[in-house]
């Protein structure tokens, strides 16, 4: 079976377009709403519905980035493009990430011990396409 190994140091992000600079981190988690079917006089479930799918990831930034605090600050939409290359391993050389719709939802600065400042972007997407 073929093994990608994608690595940070070959990927980039880009926003409408724009490489962000600094990026430590990227992640995201789709949701679906799911609602239990139980049985009649059972406490069992007999199946599962499911409804609208959501979007939710953040992105860690060395310092800050103004492109993300603009659009926080503006409320406008965005599209993230992740550009995620591999260094080694055999297969399929890269993949590419894609979120569409996106707005900063929360953000949140920290430094630590070592002096190093981040900011955590919260997003919410409408969609998300791996390639």
């Keep these: 079976m073929p093994v990608n190994i994608l690595t940070a140091n070959q990927s980039n992000v880009t926003i409408d377009g724009t490489v962000i600079e600094g990026i430590q981190s990227i992640s995201y988690r789709e949701l679906r709403a799911q ?43 965005f599209q993230i493009v992740a550009n995620l290359l591999k260094e080694f391993g055999t297969g399929q050389g890269s993949q590419t ?27 919410t997407a409408t969609r998300v396409q791996v390639e």
């Design 35 to 77: 609602q239990d079917i139980m049985a009649l006089g059972s406490e069992e479930r007999v199946g599962v519905a499911y409804g609208a799918m959501s979007v939710q990831g953040s992105i860690v930034v060395a310092s800050s980035s103004t492109t993300l605090n603009g659009h926080m600050a503006q409320k406008t939409s």
């Design 97 to 123: 990430v894609t979120f569409d719709d996106c707005y900063v939802r929360d953000m949140a600065f920290g430094i630590d011990a070592n002096g190093v400042g981040a900011t955590t972007y919260e997003f």
